[in-house]
């Protein structure tokens, strides 16, 4: 089993930056690949971005190109997710992700952190 703990939400004005964080734990970080999804009110689950356990990342969502970075600390069992100029469309429990290295499927999920982005 893999444990995540994701912190690091909050009210942000537009515009702000924040930076989410999930700590890992249970099982050897480096091999799993990583990925952090959303889920506005009211609609379902998105994914945003992932990163690979060798450290390549993707995003999928093009309303984050430029915003969302992901990045990955192997030595702290953590990976992160800088997000930019935040839009109030970014509103939502932002969920941090794990799945075995190459496999099709997260099966391992964090229990959410808020982000509300105000106007």
């Known amino acids: 089993q893999v444990q995540l703990a994701e912190s690091g939400g909050g009210l942000v004005q537009a515009g702000g930056s924040l930076r989410l964080s999930c700590a890992a734990s249970g099982r050897t970080f480096t091999n799993y690949d990583m990925g952090w999804f959303r889920q506005p009110p009211g609609k379902e689950r998105e994914f945003v971005i992932a990163i690979t356990w060798g450290g390549g990342s993707t995003s999928i969502t093009d309303s984050v190109n430029g915003r969302f970075t992901i990045s990955r600390d192997n030595a702290k069992n953590t990976v992160y997710l800088q997000i930019n100029d935040l839009k109030p469309e970014d509103t939502a429990v932002y969920y941090c992700?794990?799945?075995?290295?190459?496999?099709?499927?997260?099966?391992?999920w964090g229990q959410g952190t808020q982000v509300t982005v105000s106007s």
């Open positions: 992700a794990a799945k075995f290295r190459g496999r099709g499927s997260y099966n391992f």
